[in-house]
């Protein structure tokens, strides 16, 4: 990182009146200049979300691997995952499954869609084969059609990984409660959060009523299934992820073009790897009292600002980092089409998973981010030609070269 390793303790009184825990405590990485708190959280790079630091410290991160490290549950399930065929959601499933095969558990993936699409020559999808080798089934058809598709297999569990409304996940969920399945997931959204003047999004905040996602978790909870969970997850990061985060960073900054970041660029996101919610919802799994009637922020305990990320993407590429601001409306562009974040401090805490499942997580972006780069390489994407018109229509309102 290019701010000094060591970090300062900060403690933020909540403000709110719902029921909370009456402090978050919050660890800074300050820049060597900065004497008050207000500088000192405008110039961090991550800012670590935890209990107080005496029962969880993050002031040092351990160098983690993406292998999967969960215990064996003695208790053995029959789990269906719905996945999706498209979206960054997809790869969820994929980890999932491995998750729970590792574990000893019975695993089918239905996948929507047909097995001969071209959707499928894509990871996580071309990846499926290392499912099949752990001793999972891969299957595909529509999931209105959940009976006849699974032929009447009977499952103790169910994940929904795919809809994102009432009438694509209302057949899986009524066919589920009909089958008499023991739990039921469902990976709703974080996204789903109202604006808020207060950060970190936890559990229980205002949530967008008309959201279809919102429509989806109240019915859930209308069943009465014998256990039932819903989990919100943000952006994420990891190996057979096919929608972009840090390549959008990777793109520019191996071509050697500005990075074209909207505003200050000391927004702050949640990205988390994809581990870290295979082994929250593989918790779920194997602790089904204590996860039920709960909603989970499945996210990592850490934020970053996009400078943060941009400056460990180019670490990650061994490249030099060119950073440029600009205000969306002057230079003519919609922030949503030119930058694949959202324009604004958005990031949530996981603080049901921890307290409710003893949930740890593992995300460590500046080796996650190494580990993302080696195989942006090896798919060859570091060479392929790309077209970059949005960000030239910015760097032309600013007067800036396209190339550094």
Not at 54 to 75: G, W
Not at 204 to 225: C, M, N, Q, R, W
Request: hydrophobic share 35%; aromatic share 10%.
């Amino acid at each position: 990182m290019a701010t000094s390793s060591s970090f300062s303790t900060f403690s933020l009184l909540s403000q709110r009146t719902s029921p909370r825990l009456p402090t978050i405590t919050c660890s800074l990485s300050p820049l060597p200049s900065v004497s008050s708190f207000s500088q000192s959280l405008l110039s961090s790079q991550f800012l670590s979300l935890s209990q107080p630091m005496n029962k969880y410290n993050f002031s040092k991160r351990p160098n983690l691997s993406s292998k999967f490290n969960v215990v064996a549950s003695a208790d053995k399930k029959k789990v269906l995952i719905v996945n999706t065929n498209s979206g960054g959601h997809a790869v969820i499933g994929f980890y999932f499954a491995k998750e729970l095969l590792a574990s000893g558990h019975e695993v089918t993936v239905l996948t929507v869609g047909e097995e001969g699409s071209d959707k499928m020559k894509k990871p996580p999808f071309s990846r499926f084969s290392e499912l099949v080798s752990a001793g999972g089934k891969t299957i595909w058809g529509d999931p209105s059609e959940v009976e006849k598709v699974v032929g009447g297999a009977a499952f103790d569990v169910v994940l929904d990984n795919n809809g994102k409304d009432l009438d694509a996940v209302k057949p899986v969920i009524d066919w589920a409660k009909s089958a008499n399945v023991s739990q039921f997931l469902f990976i709703s959204s974080a996204g789903i959060y109202k604006t808020s003047d207060e950060v970190p999004h936890v559990e229980g905040d205002p949530v967008k009523e008309d959201a279809g996602h919102v429509t989806v978790e109240k019915y859930i909870a209308s069943l009465s299934f014998p256990s039932w969970a819903t989990f919100r997850p943000q952006y994420m990061t990891g190996s057979g992820n096919n929608k972009d985060c840090e390549e959008w960073f990777f793109d520019r900054i191996v071509r050697n073009r500005p990075v074209p970041i909207p505003g200050s660029g000391m927004q702050l996101t949640s990205i988390s790897h994809v581990r870290d919610l295979s082994s929250m919802l593989t918790l779920a799994v194997e602790k089904p009292d204590a996860a039920n009637g709960n909603i989970f922020n499945c996210v990592c305990d850490r934020a970053v600002t996009f400078n943060g990320l941009a400056k460990l993407c180019a670490q990650a590429a061994g490249s030099e980092l060119n950073i440029v601001y600009y205000d969306p409306k002057e230079a003519g562009v919609d922030a949503k089409k030119a930058f694949p974040f959202r324009n604004m401090h958005f990031y949530a805490e996981p603080r049901a998973a921890k307290e409710i499942l003893g949930w740890k997580s593992t995300t460590n972006l500046p080796e996650d981010l190494k580990e993302c780069f080696a195989e942006y390489v090896r798919i060859g994407r570091d060479k392929k030609e790309l077209k970059f018109e949005v960000d030239d229509k910015i760097l032309n309102s600013l007067k800036v070269p396209a190339s550094v």
